[in-house]
T-cell receptor, first 114, second 109 residues
Framework: KAGVTQTPRYLIKTRGQQVTLSCSPI?????VSWYQQTPGQGLQFLFE???????NKGNFPGRFSGRQFSNSRSEMNVSTLELGDSALYLC?????????????FGPGTRLTVT | GQNIDQPTEMTATEGAIVQINCTYQ??????LFWYQQHAGEAPTFLSY????GLEEKGRFSSFLSRSKGYSYLLLKELQMKDSASYLC??????????FGPGTRLSVLP
């Protein structure tokens, strides 16, 4: 079974721009969660999608948004980029059908904002 | 509020046993997970506890006490490849995970 894939792997953007990151979950997994990882803050939960609906949301500003498609692939968008948005963005998938389950993480997208 | 604490760094010797502690205060509790993350790589699942007690999985064991808001990960027969960060995560409801800051473990020969 193929693992979680994320594209692109690396991205450099300028402050004020917007960016879209993509995540393809493991086949059959319907839950996709997004995380931001920085050296200072660790791994922080952004949001979770299940069956095309946002099911949970972390404490991030509205500049961070996401969506999920009918094939469970997910995208997250960050608008009006700030220097502090530089981070590793990880997505994780799980079957998501009942209760918390182990999550399978993708390799991440390293975003640098200059 | 949500708070998870872990030691920042630990060092141990190859072949030894190490215990990594995690204390948590979260608004809800639906289980506690441990993940391993090697430098530059994605986290990988190690163990899951939802009831009090010890769960054993080969060289790795994890313990949970819900009344104390406490868990630990026990690594036996340490190997050099165990050098990594170990993340404690609590599912406070549904799939909403709160991760601890991680413990960086260095295994020395």
């Amino acid at each position: 079974k193929a693992g979680v894939t994320q594209t692109p792997r690396y991205l450099i953007k300028t402050r004020g721009q917007q960016v879209t990151l993509s995540c393809s979950p493991i086949s059959g997994h319907r839950s996709v969660s997004w995380y931001q990882q920085t050296p200072g803050q660790g791994l922080q939960f952004l949001f979770e999608y299940f069956s095309e609906t946002q099911r949970n949301k972390g404490n991030f500003p509205g500049r961070f948004s996401g969506r999920q498609f009918s094939n469970s692939r997910s995208e997250m968008n960050v608008s009006t980029l700030e220097l502090g948005d530089s981070a590793l963005y990880l997505c994780a998938s799980s079957p998501g059908t009942s209760g918390p389950m182990e999550q399978y993480f993708g390799p991440g997208t390293r975003l640098t904002v200059t | 509020g949500q708070n998870i604490d872990q030691p920042t760094e630990m060092t141990a010797t190859e072949g030894a046993i190490v215990q990594i502690n995690c204390t948590y205060q979260t608004s809800g509790f639906n289980g506690l997970f441990w993940y391993q993350q090697h430098a530059g790589e994605a986290p990988t699942f190690l163990s899951y506890n939802v009831l009090d007690g010890l769960e054993e999985k080969g060289r790795f064991s994890s313990f949970l006490s819900r009344s104390k808001g406490y868990s630990y990960l026990l690594l036996k027969e340490l190997q050099m490849k165990d050098s990594a960060s170990y993340l404690c995560a609590v599912a406070d409801y549904g799939q909403n995970f709160v991760f601890g800051p991680g413990t960086r473990l260095s295994v020395l020969p």
